[in-house]
């Protein structure tokens, strides 16, 4: 099979075309800022834009415009398409976990952005198309506010989370990269995640396991905390689950722990 990649230059692009080629397919990567588009057996679309210091402008013509030129093109090709969203585009914060069934309902531009490129993809005529909705995504080579709170555990910094209760999910990019191997020759749309939520606080004692520098966690008021640290995020992925039959390769343990070589190798 040849998968053709975009975005195979980032964080998630890099370890899933070397998973593809330990699969036993072709990875082909293409840069869509230079206009190419390389026909292949499915199209998995990563390149997009993800940090919020872009405009609402820029977020269109990036996240939405290239989806749908991807689309055009894939369904020109008789290609598939696995397009790479987010669990953002159901909110930032729920008391009950989300699914597929939840609303729509994104509160900032980055997830309004792929709200938009899955309704334009999802228009275009004749596109077999997969579409996952990951949680925030950690690994080797991760960055911004993973990169930050590992950063600070490992540094021993006090942080205000012993008190935070909360369940968050998240997912680890070899799971990540496991799951859109499991869809390149499905259709359908997927959240996905590493299995069963946890705490911000346990999360940032798993993680200081991970780093061999427990996390120095104290008590604070979790409704000054914002939603991003003291918020309720879980995701219930059971439809991948059963049926695709996708189990997560990895547990979190796994991932924390090779998180934490690469970030001490670096």
Known sequence: MRVVVTGASGFVGRA?????????????GVDLRSGGFAAGDVVVHLAAIAHRRADATELERVNVGLAKQVGQA?????????FLSSVKVHGEVSAAPFTERSPIAPRDAYAE????????LCAVPGLRLAVLRPPL??????KANFLALTRAIAHGVPLPLASVKNRRSLLYLGNLVDSILSCLEREGTFLVSDGVGRSTAQWCEALGLALEKPA????FPPGLLPDKLAGFLEVDDAAIRT???WRPPFTPEEGLRATAR????F
């Open 16 to 28: 899933l075309c070397a998973a593809v080629q330990r699969a036993g397919h072709e990875a082909v």
């Open 216 to 219: 120095r966690l104290f008590p």
């Open 243 to 245: 049926q695709l039959g």
């Open 74 to 82: 894939a369904a020109a090709h008789g290609a598939r398409v696995v």
């Open 262 to 265: 690469w970030y001490k190798g």
């Open 113 to 120: 952005s792929k709200a938009r490129a899955e309704e334009a």
């Open 137 to 142: 995504v950690y690994g080797p080579g991760v």
